[in-house]
């Protein structure tokens, strides 16, 4: 027989799950509550013990006048001997020759009773502790009410503080959010005042911000001047290839410099895309013949399927670059058949291999980078060409895996 172990409860849980503004307010209100009750009970018992120590001592000082009137023959009207109303233990206590003072309740009320022996019998006194009680009812009011205006100021006060540091890092997060979504040269620093951690934090992440934007600067940089220093001579070996004799090397050849050019005129485009001069040309246009009319400039073997035609304004140069590198990333990489579909503004394309490998899931499309051999070869740059032209036009991007098997890239133009 198996027995199954019972699985602990995550203590930390709901704690991880709360806000920090809510963390903040929730231990500021419970030190607050439970400084509060310390301090209200200790007063409470201080009070209780200083008006039953004034009543034992008013008792105690009428006990020993009514014993002097005893002794004198005189009678004393606070004082009565053999009291039947006189608590058992205090009679007892004083019967066997002690004096003593107990707080007792009867049908009279609350009272203070003081006892001591005399001859053939015990006499009492008694003081009576209504008003005191009714004295510590009230204090005790006072105390609670004390005690809910201190708690709440103090978890106004904490929740005031706890927001200022939630804001800031609400800002400081929203900021780091934009770092990560391309916007390099935003900074924290000025959104985050004070000199405190979160300035601290702010400080580090505007340093990483302007670290990661010195070394993009530097590698667009760099991918567009190899391609500028490339394009001259490339343009030369492109003549000097023409000009050989015909026969299977020369193709060879002619076939290599050409891919050759054609990955170096995508630099050069990806180097346009990352400066961020690029303006769309829009134009209104069917959206169905725009397709149509990028599948027969491809040249490729497409299946198109329309669910709904719509007219859209967009630029329709960047539209046959992005819809013509998805279809050439789909043959290449994938296996047939390819399918385009348009639905409204939304364009998908499909094909049936080994689908995208996880890194381009995760992170998106960069370039000189095909993690999955099962998808074939290449440089990564059409797909990051593709996204560059997304974002110049305003559009979106997605790219997924079907749940039946192949890559699923989705094209959603932007409303006009």
Same mark, same amino acid.
């Given at each position: 027989?198996?027995?199954?172990?019972?699985?602990?409860?995550?203590?930390?849980?709901t704690?991880?799950?709360?806000?920090? =503004?809510?963390?903040?307010? +929730?231990? @500021? %209100? *419970?030190?607050?509550?439970? &400084?509060?009750v310390? !301090?209200?009970?200790?007063?409470?018992?201080?009070?209780?013990?200083?008006?039953?120590?004034?009543?034992?001592?008013?008792?105690?000082?009428?006990?020993?006048?009514?014993?002097?009137?005893?002794?004198?023959?005189?009678?004393?009207?606070?004082?009565?001997?053999?009291?039947?109303?006189?608590?058992?233990?205090?009679?007892?206590?004083?019967?066997?020759?002690?004096?003593?003072?107990?707080?007792?309740?009867?049908?009279?009320?609350?009272?203070?009773?003081?006892?001591?022996?005399?001859?053939?019998?015990v006499?009492?006194?008694?003081v009576?502790?209504?008003?005191?009680?009714?004295?510590?009812a009230?204090?005790? =009011?006072?105390?609670?009410l +004390?005690? @809910? %205006? *201190?708690?709440?100021?103090? &978890?106004?006060?904490? !929740?005031?503080?706890?927001?200022?540091?939630?804001?800031?890092?609400?800002?400081?997060?929203?900021?780091?959010?934009?770092?990560?979504?391309?916007?390099?040269?935003?900074?924290?620093?000025?959104?985050?005042?004070?000199?405190?951690?979160?300035?601290?934090?702010?400080?580090?992440?505007?340093?990483?911000?302007?670290?990661?934007?010195?070394r993009?600067?530097?590698?667009?940089?760099?991918?567009?001047?190899?391609?500028?220093?490339?394009?001259?001579?490339?343009?030369?070996?492109?003549?000097?290839?023409?000009l050989?004799?015909?026969?299977?090397?020369?193709?060879?050849?002619?076939?290599?410099?050409?891919?050759? =050019?054609?990955?170096?005129?995508?630099?050069?485009?990806?180097?346009?895309?990352?400066?961020?001069?690029?303006?769309?040309?829009?134009?209104?246009?069917?959206?169905?013949?725009?397709?149509?009319?990028?599948?027969?400039?491809?040249?490729l073997?497409?299946?198109?399927?329309?669910?709904?035609?719509?007219?859209?304004?967009?630029?329709?140069?960047?539209?046959?670059?992005?819809?013509?590198?998805?279809?050439?990333?789909?043959?290449?990489h994938?296996?047939?058949?390819?399918?385009?579909?348009?639905?409204?503004?939304?364009?998908?394309?499909?094909?049936?291999g080994?689908?995208?490998?996880?890194?381009?899931?995760?992170?998106?499309?960069?370039?000189?980078?095909?993690?999955?051999?099962?998808?074939?070869?290449?440089?990564?740059?059409?797909?990051?060409?593709a996204?560059?032209?997304?974002?110049?036009?305003?559009?979106?991007?997605?790219?997924?895996?079907?749940?039946?098997?192949?890559?699923?890239?989705?094209?959603?133009?932007?409303?006009?």
């Amino acid at each position: 027989m198996t027995v199954r172990r019972p699985r602990p409860f995550p203590s930390g849980l709901t704690l991880r799950r709360m806000t920090l =503004r809510r963390q903040i307010a +929730t231990a @500021v %209100a *419970a030190i607050s509550v439970l &400084v509060a009750v310390a !301090v209200g009970l200790l007063v409470h018992q201080a009070m209780i013990r200083q008006h039953v120590d004034q009543a034992r001592s008013s008792a105690l000082t009428a006990l020993n006048s009514a014993l002097t009137d005893y002794g004198r023959g005189l009678s004393n009207p606070v004082a009565a001997r053999d009291d039947p109303a006189l608590p058992t233990r205090l009679h007892d206590l004083a019967a066997g020759g002690r004096e003593g003072t107990v707080l007792a309740t009867d049908q009279q009320g609350e009272s203070m009773w003081a006892a001591a022996p005399v001859q053939g019998g015990v006499l009492s006194v008694r003081v009576d502790f209504t008003q005191d009680r009714r004295a510590i009812a009230d204090l005790d =009011r006072i105390i609670l009410l +004390t005690v @809910v %205006a *201190a708690v709440f100021t103090t &978890v106004l006060a904490g !929740v005031l503080v706890a927001d200022r540091i939630s804001r800031r890092l609400r800002t400081a997060a929203t900021a780091a959010r934009g770092i990560a979504a391309g916007g390099t040269d935003t900074r924290i620093g000025e959104l985050v005042d004070g000199k405190d951690e979160v300035a601290d934090l702010a400080a580090a992440v505007d340093l990483m911000s302007r670290t990661l934007h010195r070394r993009l600067e530097d590698e667009q940089r760099f991918t567009a001047d190899v391609a500028h220093e490339l394009r001259t001579p490339l343009t030369g070996l492109v003549t000097a290839a023409e000009l050989l004799p015909p026969g299977r090397p020369t193709q060879l050849v002619q076939n290599r410099v050409q891919a050759l =050019r054609a990955l170096v005129e995508d630099l050069l485009e990806v180097s346009r895309l990352d400066a961020d001069v690029e303006s769309p040309d829009l134009s209104a246009v069917p959206l169905e013949r725009a397709v149509r009319r990028t599948v027969t400039l491809t040249g490729l073997d497409v299946q198109i399927g329309i669910t709904s035609d719509q007219e859209v304004r967009t630029d329709l140069r960047r539209l046959d670059r992005i819809l013509g590198n998805l279809l050439l990333n789909a043959h290449r990489h994938g296996v047939g058949p390819v399918e385009l579909h348009v639905d409204g503004r939304r364009i998908t394309v499909r094909d049936h291999g080994p689908g995208y490998p996880d890194d381009l899931l995760d992170h998106g499309p960069q370039r000189f980078r095909t993690d999955a051999p099962e998808r074939g070869r290449g440089h990564g740059l059409g797909l990051t060409i593709a996204t560059g032209h997304t974002r110049v036009i305003g559009a979106t991007l997605t790219f997924a895996n079907h749940p039946a098997g192949g890559a699923l890239a989705t094209l959603t133009l932007p409303p006009d």
